[in-house]
């Protein structure tokens, strides 16, 4: 069976396009980082991939808000490609910065329902503080297609500094009823997202967003303590559950 090719969309700034592609490789996807502007130029670029990623970084060195001008590059020039991406079924996800692309686009968290990513605001941490560090994070979404057969916790790092997920109380609801929260922190709650969420899904379940990275935890050798004898706690679920789902579309 032929790889799946997966779009790693790059702009300018982005950083974290290598381990994507890295740890799309490792689970049987064909990564294909692609500059923003060769997919303006070539929408075919999009049609013709099974899976697109928004990895982390600092899109547009972060101006006007982390996220935005990516976003507004996105919506004003891609904006029916993008939806036609996802009602043909195909799986998209954002990865940090690539969360906060999302959710300016739209495409997260769902219709009618708002949501932000803001400084960090942790108890006992100054405000707006870029925090890099490890984190545990418990899978929780049966709708998304990322999370939906993950029951093991995956241990990944965080860096960033506008993570803190906040809604309205009625958002927050909606979120839960519909089960779209696709993950929260567990024990340790490093930017005081609302409820602990640390990535959330659309309601078609095929788009999923997440602050920290999965992507850079995929082998054993990648955990600080893998020397100690750690293991387990890897993204690479994450991914292949991707990748598996555009092999059946």
Not at 32 to 39: A, H, K, P, S
Not at 87 to 114: D, M, S, W, Y
Not at 226 to 245: D, I, K, P, S, T
Request: with cysteine; proline share 7%.
């Amino acid at each position: 069976m032929s790889r799946p090719v997966a779009l790693v969309l790059r702009a300018p700034g982005s950083n974290r396009d290598g381990d994507a592609a890295f740890a799309l490789d490792l689970v049987g996807a064909e990564p294909r980082r692609t500059l923003i502007n060769e997919v303006f130029a070539n929408p075919k670029l999009l049609h013709e991939a099974q899976l697109l990623v928004i990895p982390g970084g600092f899109s547009f060195a972060d101006a006007l808000g982390a996220g935005r001008l990516f976003a507004l590059e996105l919506v004003t020039r891609l904006r029916e490609e993008l939806n036609t991406f996802v009602e043909a079924g195909k799986p998209v996800i954002g990865i940090c910065n690539g969360f906060q692309v999302l959710v300016r686009t739209g495409l997260l968290p769902g219709a009618g329902q708002t949501v932000a990513l803001g400084g960090n605001a942790a108890p006992g941490q100054p405000p707006g503080q870029f925090v890099c560090d490890w984190v545990t994070l418990q899978p929780v979404s049966k709708r998304s297609i990322w999370t939906a057969a993950l029951t093991d916790p995956i241990e990944c790092p965080i860096a960033h500094g506008e993570g803190r997920l906040a809604a309205d109380a009625e958002t927050l609801d909606a979120l839960e009823a519909n089960d779209q929260v696709a993950f929260r922190y567990a024990g340790y709650n490093p930017n005081g997202s609302l409820a602990d969420i640390a990535g959330i899904c659309d309601t078609t379940g095929l788009v999923l967003g997440l602050m920290p990275h999965p992507e850079n935890h995929v082998l054993p050798r990648q955990h600080p303590h893998h020397l100690r004898g750690h293991r387990g706690g890897l993204g690479r679920a994450l991914f292949e559950a991707g990748v598996n789902h555009a092999l059946r579309n």
